[in-house]
Nanobody, 129 residues
Framework: QVQMVQSGGGLVQAGGSLTLSCTTS????????MGWFRQTPGKEREAVSC????????YYDDSVKERFTISRDDTTETLYLQMTNLKVEDTAMYYC??????????????????????WGQGTQVTVSS
């Protein structure tokens, strides 16, 4: 099974910043769309941001626009999520994923595992007030 390894996350005060990273050497990295998703207890996993193959197109949930930036480095095979001006409501477990999703935004929740078959282990982001 493909292992995508995440790093970053942690505890930060509201208004602060964090950067999440995700990498794997087990995929044909450039062949996949990449995304970040988050989940809180009792709720379904939701799409935060996705980036196309090559990085030309990016997509964001309205709640994170202007605050989060997704990027990918195809040379080092690393996916990033830069999070600024964090809010308490950003508190969640964050997951990176790779897949064949081709739109439209946002990815349909019912088909997340189909469109994004490869997932990271998750990293907790906690924002305190």
């Amino acid at each position: 099974q493909v292992q995508m390894v995440q790093s970053g996350g942690g505890l930060v005060q509201a208004g602060g910043s964090l950067t999440l990273s995700c990498t794997t050497s087990e995929l044909r990295w450039r062949a996949y769309v990449m995304g970040w998703f988050r989940q809180t207890p009792g709720k379904e996993r939701e799409a935060v941001s996705c980036i196309s193959k090559g990085g030309r197109d990016t997509y964001y949930d309205d709640s994170v626009k202007e605050r989060f930036t997704i990027s990918r480095d195809d040379t080092t095979e690393t996916l990033y999520l830069q999070m600024t001006n964090l809010k308490v409501e950003d508190t969640a477990m964050y997951y990176c994923a790779a897949g064949e999703w081709s739109g439209p935004w946002p990815p349909v929740q019912a088909s997340l595992r189909t469109r994004f078959p490869f997932w990271g282990q998750g990293t907790q982001v906690t924002v305190s007030s």
